[in-house]
């Protein structure tokens, strides 16, 4: 693994909780991204399963999801070769880290966390102490790993803020140890809309099956979906102001085929909608079918998956233990001989 060489790459760091497959928008938004990363930076990926204990979920089910979100991330193109990828409580270290990061947190800067708001108010039955302090084991997780970059939206600006407010106290308190991680700004991805309210993002919690395109939908699935896709009465596939449904599929298409607007208007002139989403439909089925069929070929593969992880837990506990005894050594924990 090149993380454990001299290696002069900055190190990104994400983790995934396992809680649905991505969608279509997942994919065009930053998931098509994470292979290209690869090649630039040493990729750190997480599936953050210590995390996911914050709301209930069928121990059996949550077990599946872990090992198929493990799956997933490799069969869009992450290569366990050139990025760690691990599963977050295989690594002990981070639930140590964990509790040293409770203690260095202010409940004042805890309260002040939106996440905790909004999660509080879907989950009204279960407002435990871990949906509280979570954003501390989150900055146990990136402070490990001494990462120079967090890819963030605008639901975890807050949290690497805090990640970094936590990092200067710990460093002024007991000496430096942390790196002070910056967030990770991709170029733009496609920013991808319901496909029955275009208005609104598209999103896994959506009720409405028809809203959203899952990655491992069949091709069959996929062209009922854009087919019931909601556009307009004008019938003409160009991008303006007002046309939300034809909108969207433009953008999606656009993103797949890297044609422009322009490009996308002059091939649909004088065709009605119905060619535009079955071209849509058949390229979305075509782009994800490599992921569909590496996810599947994967999964029949336990033996493959379980070595995968037992080798990404093996490297991301020799990497973060290097940093956790340090700061166990700073804040006077006896170490054991």
Not at 78 to 106: R, T, Y
Not at 223 to 247: H, M, P, Q, W
């Amino acid at each position: 693994m090149a993380e454990e060489a001299k290696d002069t790459k900055k190190i990104i760091l994400s983790g995934i909780q396992p809680t649905g497959v991505f969608t279509l928008g997942n994919y065009l938004g930053a998931v098509k991204s994470w292979k290209d990363l690869q090649e630039e930076y040493l990729c750190y990926y997480f599936i953050a399963d210590l995390h996911s204990l914050t709301i209930h979920i069928d121990p059996a089910k949550r077990r599946a999801q872990t090992r198929e979100a493990f799956a997933l991330l490799l069969a869009c193109g992450i290569d366990p070769e050139k990025s760690l990828v691990f599963v977050q409580s295989h690594n002990k270290c981070h639930a140590e880290m964990g509790w040293i990061m409770d203690c260095c947190s202010q409940f004042g800067e805890l309260s002040r966390m939106t996440q905790f708001k909004d999660k509080s108010a879907k989950h009204p039955d279960n407002i435990n102490a871990g949906l509280f302090t979570y954003p501390a084991l989150m900055a146990g997780d990136i402070l490990l790993y001494q990462a120079d970059y967090v890819p963030v939206g605008a639901d975890q600006t807050q949290h690497l803020e805090f990640t970094r407010d936590v990092a200067t106290r710990f460093n002024h308190t007991y000496g430096e140890v942390f790196k002070l991680p910056e967030g990770y700004f991709p170029k733009a991805g496609a920013r991808v809309m319901s496909l029955q309210d275009p208005t609104s993002k598209m999103s896994k919690s959506d009720t409405n099956p028809k809203a959203t395109i899952s990655i491992l939908d069949d091709e069959k699935t996929i062209l009922k979906k854009f087919k019931s896709a909601v556009t307009d009465s004008e019938a003409e596939v160009c991008y303006r102001e007002g046309k939300d449904g034809i909108n969207n599929l433009m953008t999606i298409y656009a993103a797949i085929t890297h044609k422009t607007m322009e490009d996308i208007t002059r091939e649909f002139a004088g065709k009605g909608y119905g060619d535009f989403k079955t071209a849509v439909g058949e390229a979305v089925a075509e782009e994800l079918r490599p992921i569909r069929e590496r996810f599947a070929a994967l999964m029949e593969d336990r033996a493959y998956l379980d070595e995968e992880m037992k080798k990404g837990a093996e490297r991301a506990a020799k990497i973060a233990s290097k940093t956790l005894t340090k700061v166990k050594k700073r804040v006077g924990l006896l170490l054991e001989k």
